[in-house]
T-cell receptor
């Protein structure tokens, strides 16, 4: 199972919006609404930000939103804040009863 | 407080074995499926294994199938990962992660991780 494809890095200024893409195949992202997103600041454990493509767990700000079209899922962060600087990973359940992560995207807040 | 605490990591030679543990607290462990996820130094996340709350369903990543065994003891609120025939490429921080819930296919609670180094 190959990793999902994410851009290595994205950046934006405070208050702006950024979108991180996550491209998979018809065996994972394209087949199910079972895409989740995780935030990982340096030296810490990952934190769940989005599940089932677009749902936010309790406590996650509504500045974080998710969507999906075909084999590509996206995470959008609006109203960027300095505290959003972190690595972001997408994840999808697959038709092989496994989970696959993206390679990760480093978000820099300028 | 909901918490997962991993232990058992360390330095092991190629071909060796190691058993990781994950102690759960603050929630009804027996009601939740669990996972192991790893992260090699400076690299991304890699899902390793899943075990259902009733132990009736177990899945492994191809990279560890036949070498790693996931298990749990609901009476002890503990998750385990037995790692055999270890390779250099198994060097990573190993996280235990709680399965968010039926139908979500996500991991909502993570431990702080335990480092496994495979080297001669």
């Amino acid at each position: 199972q190959s990793a999902l494809t994410q851009p290595p890095s994205v950046s934006g200024s405070p208050g702006q919006s950024v979108t991180i893409s996550c491209t998979g195949t018809s065996s994972d992202v394209g087949s199910y609404n079972r895409v989740s997103w995780y935030q990982q600041p340096p030296g810490t454990a990952p934190k769940l930000m989005i599940y089932e493509v677009s749902n936010r767990p309790s406590g996650v700000p509504d500045r974080f939103s998710g969507s999906k079209s075909g084999n590509t899922a996206s995470l959008t962060i609006s109203g960027l804040q300095a505290e959003d600087e972190a690595d972001y990973y997408c994840n999808s359940y697959t038709s092989s009863n496994t989970w696959v992560f993206g390679g990760g995207t480093k978000l820099t807040v300028l | 407080e909901v918490q997962l605490v991993e232990s058992g990591g360390g330095l092991v030679q190629p071909g060796g074995s190691l058993r990781l543990s994950c102690a759960a607290s603050g929630f009804t462990f027996s009601s939740y499926s669990m996972n192991w996820v790893r992260q090699a130094p400076g690299k991304g996340l890699e899902w390793v294994s899943y075990i259902s709350n009733s132990i009736s369903i177990i899945y492994y990543a191809d990279s560890v199938k036949g070498r790693f065994t996931i298990s749990r003891d609901n009476a002890k609120n503990s998750l385990y990962l037995q790692m055999n025939s270890l390779r250099d490429e198994d060097t990573a921080v190993y996280y235990c992660a709680r399965y968010f819930g039926s139908g979500t296919y996500a991991f909502d609670i993570w431990g702080q991780g335990t480092m496994v180094t495979v080297s001669s």
